[in-house]
């Protein structure tokens, strides 16, 4: 992206999620585009904790951007394990925890199961001093009650949503797209939903919510902001515009101008519901 985009410009970068081990991740085609969207089944195809902290890390660290370490884990011991090992590395921000992947088998586990979120979140809270944020799945009945377990087990924040469990066919073949046959939508397709559930977290819980889900405009920033999330974080939009982050930073001073304001803290949270 830095091709493209001025990277010290951003306020953080959140690097795909690593995990003790090197995974191949899921058997191709691992994404598909689909109206308003695209759906994904990557599977945390990723090299390994000791590779990224050894020769991802230093070059990420080095753009000038917090970066956010996404770590998954399977189980609550090895969430606790790579924590600790991530503990007094330079150059990380903070620490998402990622209990919300769809195309991982066990990967949500944590993510559906307000006590075994709180579980997690806490025994990785007791394991390092970096804040910490849980990437929440929209794929549960009611998504406030795992953000207050993450809250009671010492989460500094939230962060949603991960993609919503989806499939795409083509029926001539008789055949699912995805070789995983399910993946995770993402895009502009799943933002309304983002929405309602950033707006339903932000009154359920006292620490901040990390707004994600089909960003691509700054009135969707704005959208996230007003319904309570007091960041924001853009994937897929980045795929099909690469410089949209830089579009955003650019109108985000005129938008928050329109109310008033002239920082983003002033308009968090303040949706007039009545
Ligand atoms: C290709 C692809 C890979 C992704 N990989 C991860 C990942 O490794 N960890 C994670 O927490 N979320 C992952 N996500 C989910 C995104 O971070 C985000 O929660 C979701 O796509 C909704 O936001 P968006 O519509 O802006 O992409 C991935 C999404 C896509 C499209």
């Known amino acids: 992206m830095a091709g ?13 999620t690593i995990t003790l081990q ?11 585009e689909t109206a308003a969207g695209m759906l994904n089944s990557i599977g945390l195809d990723n090299d390994g904790i000791e590779e990224f902290i050894q020769r991802q890390l230093p070059y990420l660290a080095s753009l000038g951007p917090a970066i956010i370490v996404s770590i998954a884990a399977k189980n609550q011991e090895e969430f606790v394990q790579m924590a600790a090992r991530l503990e007094g590395v330079p150059g990380i921000a903070a ?14 586990d944590f993510g559906i199961d307000a006590a075994a ?9 007791a394991a390092c001093s970096y804040p910490i944020l849980a990437k929440l799945t929209p794929n549960v009945t009611n998504i406030a009650d795992i953000a207050r377990a993450a809250e009671a087990g010492g989460a500094d924040a939230v962060s949603l949503i991960n993609t919503c469990l989806a499939m795409a ?13 399910l993946g995770g939508l993402s895009g ?20 901040p919510v990390m707004g994600i889900g089909g960003i691509a405009t700054i009135d969707d920033v704005m959208e996230f902001l007003v319904s309570g999330a007091t ?20 109108a985000l001073p ?7 304001a002239s920082s983003v803290d002033e308009v968090v949270g303040t949706l007039e519901v009545e």
């Open 231 to 250: 960041a924001v974080q853009l994937g897929t939009a980045n795929f099909y515009n690469p410089t949209v982050t830089m579009q955003i930073l650019d």
């Open 169 to 181: 066919v083509d029926w001539r073949k008789r055949r699912p797209i995805l070789g995983k046959v």
């Open 22 to 32: 090197p995974r191949p991740g899921n058997p191709p085609p691992r994404t598909c």
């Open 95 to 108: 620490l998402e925890l990622n209990i919300s992947c769809p195309n991982v088998s066990g990967g949500v």
């Open 4 to 16: 493209f985009v001025d990277l010290g410009r951003l306020g953080g970068i959140l690097p795909k």
């Open 254 to 260: 005129s938008a928050l101008a329109e109310l008033g």
């Open 117 to 125: 979120c709180e579980k997690v979140v806490s025994g990785v809270r």
């Open 188 to 207: 502009p397709a799943i933002k309304p939903i983002a929405l309602r559930m950033v707006y339903q977290v932000a009154r359920a819980v006292r620490i």
